[in-house]
């Protein structure tokens, strides 16, 4: 897994801010896996994908994850900490592309691309749902009409064949005591991670710019340490 350099964080956070949160999980597993085809990346199903995402998380941030919920009962807003290698999907076979069989048909676990497309259906969970199942299908025929039981049936089959394509948190309200569970997006997380340290760095590349006339590449040349004493001498 390759590291993060400063150039490079830029660079993930100036493409990345226009794309949309998927896009956004594909250009940085690229730059971490620069040998695998972007293609070849949005065919990972979902829970290798979310698995390498946690795992670049621990590389360039850390492990500890600072997650905010809402309680669906009283409303409380909660913080609590999360840790990347207890939320981490079992790693699972390079070339494997497990699929799952209902009512004759084959249908292939979801990855980036199938998702992209049921997403398309904008606002509609419904037809989503049926696009998902559609794209995934592997046998040539299948059912023109999907009834709810069917299509529930389907996602759960898929979930139990890539349990890593959705991260479920569970908790407990520290005010009124309701549990309730919440989708975990480490997407979302990371990408937060890459603005904030991008904001940073530019301030601290603005910061030593003014004072010394440096360029970009020459403040992002310096190594940590270096940078770091001269901004404390600067804002001294």
């Known amino acids: 897994m390759r590291a993060l350099s400063g150039s490079d964080l830029l660079?993930?956070?100036?493409?990345?801010?226009?794309?949309?949160?998927?896009?956004?999980?594909?250009?940085?597993?690229?730059?971490?896996?620069p040998e695998v085809p972007l293609d070849g990346l949005a065919d990972w199903p979902l829970g290798r994908r979310n698995r390498e995402l946690f795992a670049l998380h621990t590389n360039w941030f850390g492990s500890s994850l600072s997650a905010q919920a809402t309680c669906c009962h009283c409303g409380e807003q909660m913080e609590f900490e999360l840790d990347c290698g207890q939320l981490m999907p079992a790693e699972?076979?390079?070339?494997?592309?497990?699929?799952?069989?209902?009512?004759?048909?084959?249908?292939?676990?979801?990855?980036?691309?199938?998702?992209?497309?049921?997403?398309?259906?904008?606002?509609?969970?419904?037809?989503?749902?049926?696009?998902?199942?559609?794209?995934?299908?592997?046998?040539?025929?299948?059912?023109?009409?999907?009834?709810?039981?069917?299509?529930?049936?389907?996602?759960?089959?898929?979930?139990?064949?890539?349990?890593?394509?959705?991260?479920?948190?569970?908790?407990?309200?520290?005010?009124?005591?309701?549990?309730?569970?919440?989708?975990?997006?480490v997407t979302a997380f990371l990408w937060a991670e890459i603005v904030a340290r991008a904001r940073r760095l530019l301030h601290e590349i603005h910061t030593l710019a003014s004072a010394y006339g440096w360029s970009?590449?020459?403040v992002l040349s310096l190594g940590t340490a270096r940078r770091k004493l001269y901004l404390e001498m600067v804002e001294a």
């Open 92 to 185: 699972t076979s390079p070339g494997q592309q497990p699929t799952v069989v209902f009512r004759g048909e084959t249908y292939r676990v979801p990855n980036s691309r199938d998702l992209a497309f049921a997403l398309g259906e904008g606002s509609d969970p419904q037809e989503g749902a049926v696009r998902l199942i559609e794209s995934c299908r592997v046998s040539p025929h299948g059912p023109e009409i999907w009834p709810d039981e069917d299509i529930a049936a389907v996602g759960e089959l898929m979930a139990q064949a890539d349990p890593g394509a959705e991260t479920r948190i569970s908790f407990r309200c520290f005010a009124c005591r309701h549990e309730q569970e919440d989708t975990l997006d």
């Open 216 to 218: 970009e590449a020459q």
């Open 11 to 33: 660079a993930i956070w100036e493409k990345g801010s226009a794309l949309h949160p998927l896009d956004r999980g594909l250009l940085v597993l690229a730059a971490a896996r």
